[in-house]
């Protein structure tokens, strides 16, 4: 089946603009996960949604940073005035219904951000 | 917060040696999980470890969850040339953090034909 897909792949932006970054889980997961992974480095927790709720936003690095699931399906990362220092790959996770399969996050390829 | 430390950081094998690597934590995790990720894509998972103590296989992939919960290794034998990539442990410490992904560093593996 369809795993998770990010969109865009790749996203230029120009610093102060804002930014979208869409994730669709694996069909019929009811958590989704948002990580940040810098150059070299190993996935940092953002925020955390069970169904339409989010549950755990500590990972967000600043109020920036903005993060939805309105039908507890998709959902979308926005970021706000876009720093430098915001630059990385931006990855989705998803995770299943049953307690075992909600400790497994299946990743997306992530979007990477750039900006200039 | 909490901390997982992953060695070695890279190693440079030939192609049918064994390859083993592993993480290490300040404090006590539920589940352990084994991703490999290759250059612009996404961490695929490997193998998942939810039970202290646990020894499970996938092909040539071992991995064990410690009996203290605060580590983890993953074996890999007779490596081929695919099994290049960056691998990263993970730990669920569930509780309050749950639903959280707490990663290590990545070692790097190269192998050569």
């Known amino acids: 089946g369809a795993g998770v897909s990010q969109s865009p792949r790749y996203k230029v932006a120009k610093r102060g603009q804002d930014v979208a970054l869409r994730c669709d889980p694996i069909?019929?997961?009811?958590?989704l996960f948002w990580y940040q992974q810098a150059l070299g480095q190993g996935p940092e927790f953002l925020t955390y949604?069970?169904?339409?709720?989010?549950?755990?936003k500590s990972g967000l690095p600043s109020d920036r940073f903005f993060a939805e699931r309105p039908e507890g399906s998709v959902s979308t990362l926005k970021i706000q005035r876009t720093q430098q220092e915001d630059s990385a790959v931006y990855l989705c996770?998803?995770?299943?219904?049953?307690?075992?399969?909600?400790?497994?996050?299946?990743f997306g390829p992530g979007t990477r951000l750039l900006v200039l | 917060g909490q901390q997982l430390n992953q060695s070695p950081q890279s190693m440079f094998i030939q192609e049918g040696e064994d390859v083993s690597m592993n993480c290490t934590s300040s404090?006590?995790?539920?589940?352990w999980l084994w991703y490999k990720q290759d250059p612009g894509e996404g961490p695929v998972l490997l193998i998942a470890?939810?039970?202290?103590?646990e020894l499970t296989s996938n092909g040539r992939l071992t991995a064990q969850f410690g009996i203290t919960r605060k580590d983890s290794f993953l074996n890999i034998s007779a490596s081929i040339p695919s099994d290049v990539g960056i691998y990263f442990c993970?730990?669920?410490?569930?509780?309050?953090?749950?639903?959280?992904?707490?990663f290590g560093q990545g070692t790097i593996l190269t192998v050569h034909p």
């Open positions: 996770a998803s995770s299943g219904r049953t307690p075992k399969s909600q400790e497994t996050q299946y």
């Open positions: 069909s019929g997961h009811v958590s």
């Open positions: 949604f069970q169904n339409e709720a989010q549950l755990d």
């Open positions: 404090s006590i995790f539920n589940t």
């Open positions: 470890l939810y039970k202290a103590g």
């Open positions: 993970a730990g669920n410490a569930g509780g309050t953090s749950y639903g959280k992904l707490t």
